[in-house]
């Protein structure tokens, strides 16, 4: 009979998927091994193992998690925006603000979602639901998926200026500000992740040259 996880298995997995995030930040991913996240984790690399059988298995299950948190964000402000009869420009901007807000939460994971998720097999794995999707496109997928709630957001919001021709360098423009803000954007900074998601909801609204 197998043996039933503990209560806090999912816990000590998301503390070691934190601590690697960090380790694949601090070192790269190439460079981190299994070694090295165990050590910051206080534990054995046998202990480790109990949990992962192998560093792709961490940055997977770090990239689901991640990946879906996002999604879950995108879905809890459509429902908000319903609940409280936004309009979709206003509906958008909650949008910003919830995305930078869980960015500031999830810096290190984020990183690892747009640097690292070139490590990741693109060898199709039946374990994933889907026999002819790999770990790489399992994650790459959830992108799209992100990319797409983000185009659908900012269509409902400006509906002229959105066209079949520039929805997607739109929609990345839009991304390019927000993404890379684990690079340079420090809780301790003279800009908060708030303050900058008014900068950005600013520049959607009114342009650098706006009031």
Not at 3 to 31: G, Q, T, V
Not at 86 to 111: K, P
Not at 140 to 168: G, M, S
Not at 178 to 184: A, Q
Request: proline residues 4%; glycine residues 4%; aromatic residues 6%.
């Amino acid at each position: 009979m197998a043996r039933p996880k503990s209560a806090s298995h999912d816990l000590k997995r998301d503390a070691i998927l934190d601590i690697a995030a960090r380790c694949f930040a601090e070192r790269s991913y190439s460079a981190a091994s299994m070694n090295d996240i165990a050590a910051a984790c206080g534990t054995s690399k046998a202990r480790l193992y109990h949990y992962y059988d192998s560093k792709e298995a961490i940055l997977l299950d770090l990239l689901e998690r991640h990946t879906q948190r996002l999604l879950a964000v995108i879905a809890q402000t459509e429902a908000k925006a319903q609940r409280e009869n936004l309009d979709e420009r206003a509906a958008l901007h909650a949008l910003v603000r919830s995305l930078l807000q869980e960015y500031e939460s999830s810096a290190t994971r984020h990183a690892a979602l747009l640097n690292d998720t070139k490590f990741l097999s693109d060898t199709p794995d039946p374990a994933l639901g889907n026999p002819a999707t790999s770990p790489r496109e399992l994650i790459l997928n959830r992108q799209r998926d992100i990319v797409a709630a983000l185009t659908r957001f900012l269509k409902r919001a400006y509906p002229q200026r959105l066209t079949l021709a520039n929805q997607t360098a739109l929609t990345m423009m839009l991304l390019g500000m927000i993404n890379w803000t684990f690079t340079w954007l420090r809780p301790d900074g003279p800009m908060s992740y708030a303050q900058f998601a008014e900068e950005v909801v600013a520049v959607i609204e009114n342009g650098l040259g706006g009031a």
